[in-house]
């Protein structure tokens, strides 16, 4: 291991720590949260099972509107937000809140174009034999969209992982964080660089389990 490595690993571990939180924060936001916003989504759209034009617009325009910001002014602009809902607008904690509702949006979006994918065919045969709304959705529209949620949830993931390098504007800490603290500012260019290289492995090791698992869940 570079002596460099060495010599910082503890921060390093942290920084990693840190960016394990600040994401599985947002995958759980985008699984609990985001699946079923996009699913209302797409069931209230026009033409759609449970059509209701108001649910439809009041989601699209809020989906619209936080997937508009960029998400540096997110951030600063949910700091009152998050002073309320976690008590400080600083540390880790803080900066689970935007970044839960950038997943929320950003998945609810993915989960919809992924069920518009699914054959009108399968939602009406499904109807047609006397499937509640319940069943439509856990028995057809997931089953038949199950690759498509995962690719979209794999896709978000690495986002979640872009988006948690800013939140060294809050003191949220993690690898990105790390990198431009220790590595860009002291003028340690390795530092950053082997920072980066960890950034790269993360991501091509969720881009690979992510694309492997819908590939074997895809039975069309």
Do not use: W
């Amino acid at each position: 291991m570079p002596e460099i490595l060495v010599q910082y690993q503890a921060e390093i571990v942290r920084s990693i720590g840190e960016t394990f939180v600040m994401v599985g924060v947002s995958i759980l936001a985008a699984i609990l949260v985001g699946l079923p916003v996009g699913t209302l989504l797409f069931l209230c759209r026009k033409g759609s099972v449970l059509e209701n034009r108001f649910i439809f617009s009041t989601l699209n325009l809020l989906v619209n509107i936080i997937r508009s910001f960029p998400f540096l002014l997110l951030v600063v602009f949910l700091i009152p937000f998050t002073r309320i809902i976690i008590g400080t607008a600083i540390g880790t904690a803080a900066a689970t809140v935007p970044l839960a509702i950038i997943a929320i949006a950003h998945y609810s979006r993915l989960v919809e174009q992924s069920l518009l994918d699914v054959p009108k065919g399968v939602i009406e045969a499904a109807i047609s034999m006397g499937a509640t709304v319940r069943q439509v959705i856990f028995k057809f529209l997931y089953v038949e969209a199950r690759s498509g949620l995962v690719l979209g949830l794999t896709t978000s993931i690495i986002s979640f992982i872009s988006y948690s390098t800013i939140m060294g504007v809050v003191g949220g800490g993690g690898i990105g964080d790390f990198a431009i603290r220790y590595g860009y500012q002291q003028f340690k260019t390795e530092l950053m660089m082997y920072m980066i290289i960890i950034m790269v492995i993360f991501v091509q090791l969720i881009q690979f389990t992510g694309t492997t698992i819908a590939r074997r869940i895809d039975k069309r």
